[in-house]
């Protein structure tokens, strides 16, 4: 929902300014002693002259527009997900962290230097962080050999990072297709 919320804001501000226009232009055009121009207003002024609080329709209409408010409000209360992973620090008046795009960076920068790793793909999750590599000979002797120096490799890395709460890795070394 948080990637919703800045064109949602952009369409419901540009929606009040046409209002507000809107407004501006009728209220001049009924003091010049003009009719209604954009809107056919005075239908609705005279619908809600004769409408009563208590009737059915106003008693809908307010529910409806509860319903759609608490729904919005309760998908806004909803936590976010946690794209920054804090990072230890001596001082704590310092506050430093690595997004989940970094980290997978790094770990899959970590797992190609290995040699013999062609190349490597990451995926981290909350708290965890999944990593392919793929060797750059043919076969599993070549991909078994290869698992304990990239497991070494990334856990050397995360342990650099000083991460506050590492991810647990999974490591999956495979052998190149063709």
Do not use: C
């Not at 307010?62 to 001596?90: M, Q, S």
């Not at 704590?92 to 989940?100: F, I, L």
């Not at 190349?119 to 304990?148: E, F, H, K, M, N």
Request: proline letters at 4%.
């Amino acid at each position: 929902m948080r990637l919703l919320n800045r064109p949602l804001a952009f369409v419901l501000a540009a929606a009040l300014t046409v209002a507000a226009v809107i407004v501006i232009i009728e209220v001049i055009a009924y003091h010049i002693k003009s009719g209604p121009l954009i809107l056919h207003w005075t239908t609705w002024h005279h619908w809600a002259n004769t409408t009563r609080w208590d009737q059915l329709v106003v008693q809908v209409w307010a529910a409806i527009l509860i319903v759609i408010g608490l729904l919005i409000l309760a998908i806004e209360f909803k936590p976010r997900r946690i794209t920054r992973l804090p990072l230890r620090g001596d001082d704590r008046a310092t506050d430093a962290a690595v997004t989940r795009g970094g980290l997978a960076g790094t770990l899959r920068d970590a797992a190609s230097g290995v040699d013999g790793v062609s190349r490597a793909t990451v995926t981290v999750r909350r708290g965890r962080a999944r990593v392919r590599a793929i060797a750059a000979a043919r076969g599993r002797p070549a991909s078994d050999a290869l698992a304990q120096p990239v497991d070494q490799a990334l856990h050397e890395r995360l342990d650099e990072l000083g991460l506050r709460h590492p991810p647990r890795l999974r490591v999956r070394v495979i052998s190149r297709s063709r």
